[in-house]
């Protein structure tokens, strides 16, 4: 999802200057290639995940009528589809943050990557707006707008832009404050902050009225403008001048550590989640109620059960080199490319199922399918085993246009505007 220039890459590794953060003197450096290709595969395959989620979301029969995660509706199949792609928004914006790092690399001062962060952060805001809500509702006006993933990541690099003027350290503890303290607020609303602002940091699927349009925020910022001042200061272990061995088991043994922290932490139910585990009537229910975690606003047991695992798949993915871990690397290096396309075909296919069905191709107008209880699509959908098919099919379509577009930025980086895509 992020926007950086991809570095050239040689044969060996790829040379590039690296920041002091500590003033803006940088020096001579260099990153191996397997590490920008593990970061690139990571975000590949959370990518194609998310894919899955969307799918299920335009094409499976309960989607509209209740939440996957509702245990009392949910079946073990279900809840499993949806809790996979959980990974995927945490993911993202982490590895923005690690992204932003290596791309400030390339840069004469630690300004500069700030006015490359704030560039880019508003750019995607704008998407937020125009693209990303045309892919979601199949119509441009503004009587609703959502703040989705896409709106996060660019509030969350603005911010970042201001964060890495601060000292290590005070980055590493505001990071670590903001992502395992802001469930201390939950249910709070502070005096002195405008209720409409506070909504947008912390309150999730709360409205705003402004004028004729509803503002629905799907994603408050804090937790996650938290996060990716975490992954960019996990970005500096890739500059490291240890070996790639010291490195690889610092990352892995960070995993591990998160993911206990995740088991233990919940098993207390005593902080870092506002909904209780509870024993259920099986045991698999009961193991879907302790992994059954808050995305909305991102709790600190949520962030750490997807960072924890993902951080050492990262560390495996640094030595895999099979005809899957290339393709999912295109993937990975378009990401702005492929969320923009994924969203539009997978809405596009949904039109035409609608139609199948009976129904006309303007009840997949979705403005519906957010605020109402009862959609125009009352008996539209299908079958789980049938999502999964469209995904997989969804995923074999857009690996052709992300290879060609892939192939292009590479063919002519000469080319600013490529940097925005």
């Not at 060996?12 to 953060?21: A, F, R, S």
């Not at 890739?238 to 690889?248: A, M, T």
């Amino acid at each position: 999802m992020t926007m950086q220039k991809h570095v050239l890459e040689y044969q060996g590794e790829v040379k590039m200057p690296i920041v002091d953060t500590r003033s803006d003197r940088y020096e001579a450096g260099s990153i191996s290639k397997s590490r920008i290709s593990s970061i690139d595969l990571l975000r590949g395959l959370i990518m194609i995940i998310m894919a899955l989620d969307h799918v299920r979301y335009y094409f499976h029969y309960d989607a509209f009528h209740y939440d996957p995660a509702d245990l009392s509706q949910t079946s073990v199949a279900l809840f499993f589809t949806r809790w996979i792609t959980h990974f995927c928004a945490p993911v993202f914006v982490f590895l923005a943050g690690t992204s932003a790092f290596l791309s400030g690399q390339k840069v004469k001062s630690r300004k500069a990557l700030s006015i490359w962060l704030i560039k880019r952060g508003l750019w995607l805001i704008v998407l937020e707006f125009t693209l990303v809500k045309l892919a979601w509702m199949f119509k441009l006006d503004y009587e609703i707008t959502l703040l989705l993933v896409i709106w996060i990541l660019g509030i969350s690099m603005i911010a970042l832009a201001a964060f890495i003027h601060l000292p290590k350290y005070l980055m590493l503890i505001s990071g670590l404050v903001i992502v395992c303290g802001h469930n201390l607020l939950d249910g709070v609303i502070p005096p002195f902050l405008p209720e409409p602002l506070w909504k947008i940091m912390h309150i999730s699927f709360s409205s705003i009225v402004i004028g004729d349009t509803t503002v629905i925020v799907g994603y408050p910022v804090l937790p996650w403008i938290g996060l990716m001042v975490l992954g960019y200061y996990f970005g500096m272990l890739y500059k490291q001048d240890f070996g790639d061995d010291v490195r690889r088991n610092i990352i892995m043994k960070l995993g591990i550590t998160i993911t206990i922290f995740f088991v233990l932490l919940r098993l207390t139910n005593t902080y870092g989640e506002p909904v209780p585990w509870s024993e259920q009537e099986s045991t698999w229910f009961t193991i879907l109620s302790f992994l059954n975690t808050t995305k909305y606003p991102p709790s600190l047991l949520y962030l750490c059960m997807t960072i924890g695992p993902s951080l050492i798949l990262l560390t495996l993915f640094e030595k895999a080199d099979g005809w899957w871990a290339k393709k999912l690397v295109v993937v990975g290096r378009v990401p702005l490319f492929y969320y923009l396309l994924h969203l539009y075909l997978i809405h596009f296919l949904a039109v035409i199922a609608a139609v199948v069905m009976g129904y006309t191709w303007s009840d997949m107008v979705v403005d519906t399918m957010w605020i109402n209880t009862e959609p125009q699509l009352h008996d539209y959908g299908f079958s789980l085993p049938f999502v999964y098919f469209v995904w997989v099919m969804v995923v074999i379509m857009l690996y052709p246009l992300c290879r060609w577009y892939h192939d292009y930025k590479n063919q002519n980086r000469d080319k600013w505007w490529l940097s925005y895509l």
